[in-house]
């Protein structure tokens, strides 16, 4: 892992036990054991560590979607991919994850617009594939903004619990989330 690769997980795991206005460099350098000015050889800035943290796992589940959404499979198979995806990121990036959904609103200008952009495009694709599955009868006709918010509130939390709960094995977890979040649709 390179020194900037050890910032970034380092003030990942920080912004989550504390938020990202409360952690300052001097903490990031503190639990690196060096000294602030040190970090500054590698980053700009924390404005850089957090868009480097939030862009990185936002592209992750970009590039997820659009693998899900090329698939030829069924509706409810893409449901279940995307359900997967989720379990995977909080899983191996569980700190980041808490950072996109914690502080994304701090980013800059051209990043927030481009996390934005990803996130509403990723909700867009998502929404697409629940309404295929409505029209071909693969899930219940209930109304797609519902269903995408009842999915999606669900996974968007994960991260808290799965921290709580200690390493359940990511196995059982896909399988009973998957079923959990899904029979209730079809």
């Avoid at 893409?78 to 909080?90: A, P, R, S, Y």
Wanted: cysteine-free.
């Amino acid at each position: 892992m390179s020194r900037k690769e050890e910032i970034i997980t380092t003030a990942a795991r920080l912004f989550n036990e504390k938020g990202y206005k409360a952690v300052s460099m001097r903490d990031i350098a503190t639990a690196m054991d060096i000294k602030a000015a040190s970090l500054y050889n590698h980053i700009n800035g924390k404005q850089e560590i957090l868009s480097e943290i939030i862009l990185k796992v936002a592209e992750e589940f970009t590039k997820g979607m659009t693998n899900v959404v090329a698939e030829n499979s069924s509706a409810i198979k893409k449901v279940e991919k995307v359900i997967e995806l989720h379990i995977d990121i909080t899983v191996n990036h569980s700190d980041a994850l808490a950072a996109l959904n914690n502080d994304w609103m701090h980013l800059e200008e051209t990043d927030l617009k481009a996390f934005v952009k990803m996130r509403e495009d990723y909700e867009e694709n998502f929404r697409r594939i629940i309404k295929q599955g409505i029209e071909a009868g693969e899930i219940k006709p209930y109304h797609p903004e519902v269903i995408l918010f009842s999915i999606l509130s669900t996974l968007r939390t994960l991260y808290l619990w799965y921290q709580k709960r200690g390493k359940l094995d990511v196995n059982i977890l896909k399988k009973d989330m998957v079923s959990v979040l899904i029979k209730g649709i079809v």
